[in-house]
């Protein structure tokens, strides 16, 4: 917390989402932000006087807004409070965008559909990536087997040009998560996936049972963290949901065409899974959303503010600069624009160490959006 500093507090002319006037102190990149209902006062970290990193822990930021002096104002609040949530005005002259695929996404498509952001592109949330994931794996019937002393993932293969598995142990006592580990059904065309579950299940009684009380599962399974360098996507958008209709909420829908549509079954992870089974003496498994609904799961989402060459079909600039605003970065999983086929962490700070090394030290001044269209990407 900052003291009350002599600053004279002026309004922003920017709104909270319940319509409240937002105030800032009268500084050079405002070093203190207030509410005119709570007169908060905090430390931000563009201040001149504390050019040091701060982290504030447990804020959420809720929009984000271009001024007119060229900067971004970001209305925040505290993401643990149930009422009393502290609404904050955060305002600076660069903004990095971080909050993974769902949080930018959602951020940059609420600034373009109320137009607190000017000139964002139509690619916002259109080829999300799965990373053309399946998470299936197989459980051993025996009670002496133990998978679990290890690290996580060791290794992986790949069966065909566009597909990579790698096993995947889980800590001794993670069982809980073995509730999502169906016995393993397969999709395509001819009966529905779920149906075929059901018949699955009543085939073998037994392992849906253990699927169910997932008792000592972490110790006897090991799971298949299969993906793909397909290229299929999905889209992101906002609309009001049938169970909450007071509010936009983030969705997907996939309008592209069968082939295109992230899978949510892979015949070679399927294949895999029972021949890995098979070996250790166990039952395979799929993940329940994709037998019950047919709906891929992921770890890695990636994608909807990609890189690329211009925003009729992409985000970012291949500085991860959204395009029309050189001072406004998305440095996350969601401005990779391919399926990667490999977990995508280092490829996610690859990306930002070379976005970052682009960005001007403190002393020079601020690209203009004039400067930047005219300056050549490296
Ligand atoms: C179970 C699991 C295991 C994984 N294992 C691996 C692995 O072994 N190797 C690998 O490479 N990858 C792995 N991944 C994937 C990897 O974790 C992600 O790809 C990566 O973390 C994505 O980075 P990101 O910066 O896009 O987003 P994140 O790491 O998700 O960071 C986004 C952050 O922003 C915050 N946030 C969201 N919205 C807002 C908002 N509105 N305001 C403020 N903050 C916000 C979130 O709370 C979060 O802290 C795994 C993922 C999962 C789920």
């Known amino acids: 917390m900052h003291p009350e500093s002599s600053s004279r507090i002026r309004t922003s002319g920017a709104r909270d989402r319940l319509g409240r006037d937002v ?9 203190v932000v207030t509410t005119p209902r709570t007169h908060w006062t905090r430390t931000i970290s563009t201040s001149p006087r504390n ?3 701060r982290i504030f822990p447990e804020t959420r930021v809720d ?14 609040f505290r993401s643990t409070a149930m009422v009393h949530r502290e609404r904050q005005l955060w305002r600076a002259p660069i903004v990095v965008l971080a909050a993974g695929v769902l949080g930018t996404v959602d951020l940059l498509l609420r600034a373009r559909e109320n137009g607190s952001v000017p000139n964002l592109s139509s690619a916002i949330g259109r080829r999300v990536r ?11 019937r025996r009670g002496n087997v133990d998978f679990t002393d290890g690290v996580a993932i060791t290794s992986g293969i790949y069966p065909d040009e566009v597909t990579h598995i790698q096993p995947v142990r889980y800590p001794r006592g993670s069982d809980l998560i073995g509730l999502l580990s169906k016995p393993l059904t397969d999709g395509g065309p001819g009966l529905p996936r779920p149906l075929r579950f059901l018949i699955n299940c009543i085939r073998r009684p037994d392992d849906f049972v253990r699927s169910i009380v997932p008792f000592s599962w972490a110790r006897r399974s090991i799971l298949l963290l299969v993906m793909q360098v397909a ?18 909420r983030l969705d997907s829908r996939n309008r592209a065409p069968r082939e295109a549509r992230n899978p949510s079954y892979i015949p070679v992870a399927n294949d895999m899974a029972r021949r890995v089974a098979k070996k250790i003496g166990g039952w395979p498994s799929s993940s329940i959303n994709e037998v019950l609904f047919d709906i891929p799961s992921t770890a890695h989402i990636l994608g909807g503010a990609a890189i690329g060459n211009d925003p009729e079909d992409a985000v970012c600039d291949d500085r991860n600069r959204v395009f029309g605003h050189p001072n406004l970065y998305v440095v996350d999983g969601s401005a990779v624009p391919v399926n990667l086929g490999v977990n995508p962490a280092l490829t996610i700070t690859a ?10 030290a403190k002393s020079a001044s601020l690209e203009t959006p004039a ?3 005219g300056g050549g990407a490296n």
Not at 23 to 31: I, L, Q, R, T
Not at 69 to 76: E, F, I, Q, R
Not at 231 to 248: A, G
């Open 23 to 31: 105030s800032f102190a009268e500084d050079a990149w405002s070093d």
């Open 51 to 53: 050019w040091g990193l």
């Open 63 to 76: 929009a984000i807004e271009q001024a007119a002096d060229g900067g971004y104002n970001l209305v925040a």
């Open 130 to 140: 799965t990373n053309s994931e399946a998470i299936v794996g197989a459980t051993s």
């Open 231 to 248: 290229d299929n996507h999905l889209e992101l958008i906002l609309r009001r949901r049938w169970y909450w209709p007071f509010s936009y």
């Open 351 to 360: 990306l930002a160490e070379h976005a970052m090394s682009h960005v001007p």
């Open 371 to 373: 400067a930047a269209a």
